[in-house]
Nanobody
Framework: QAQLVESGGGLVQAGGSLRLSCRAP????????MAWHRQATGKQRELVAG???????NYVDSVKGRFTITRDNARNTVYLQINTLKPEDTGVYYC???????????????WGQGTQVTVSS
C-alpha cells in the first residue's frame, strides 16, 4: 500500500509542543478526509483528529483544546499541532488520507509509516 510521508515526532517534556506533518506524494486528483491516528503500546489504534476537504474538523475528547489539525490542499499536506503534551499522548502517530489518483481511477486509503511521539513526565 502506498504510503504518506510523515515527519515531526520526537521526545518532549510534558507541557511541551510538537507539530506533525504528513504529505501525500505523487499525482493526485483529489483528497477527501485526512486524519491522524495514534497507537500506544498495548492499545488499539485510535482516531485522534480528522479534517474534511472543506476544513470541517473533529477530535477525540481527550485532545480537544490541545490538538489542532489543519491541511494545505495545494501541498496535499495535513498537519497536527500538539500543545500541552501529556505522558498519555505517547504513542506512534499515523496519518491517513483518502485519495483519488488518476492512475487508479478510484478512491483508496493511504497511511503514513508512523512517527513516534514520546512525552516524559
Amino acid at each position: 500500500q502506498a504510503q504518506l510521508v510523515e515527519s515531526g515526532g520526537g521526545l518532549v517534556q510534558a507541557g511541551g509542543s510538537l507539530r506533525l506533518s504528513c504529505r501525500a506524494p505523487g499525482s493526485i486528483v483529489s483528497i477527501t478526509t485526512m486524519a491522524w491516528h495514534r497507537q500506544a503500546t498495548g492499545k488499539q489504534r485510535e482516531l485522534v483528529a480528522g479534517i474534511t476537504s472543506s476544513g470541517t474538523t473533529n477530535y477525540v475528547d481527550s485532545v480537544k483544546g490541545r490538538f489542532t489539525i489543519t491541511r494545505d490542499n495545494a501541498r496535499n499536506t495535513v498537519y497536527l499541532q500538539i500543545n500541552t503534551l501529556k505522558p498519555e499522548d505517547t504513542g506512534v502517530y499515523y496519518c491517513y488520507a483518502q485519495i483519488f489518483r488518476s492512475i487508479d481511477l478510484d478512491w483508496s486509503d493511504y497511511w503514513g509509516q508512523g512517527t513516534q511521539v514520546t512525552v516524559s513526565s
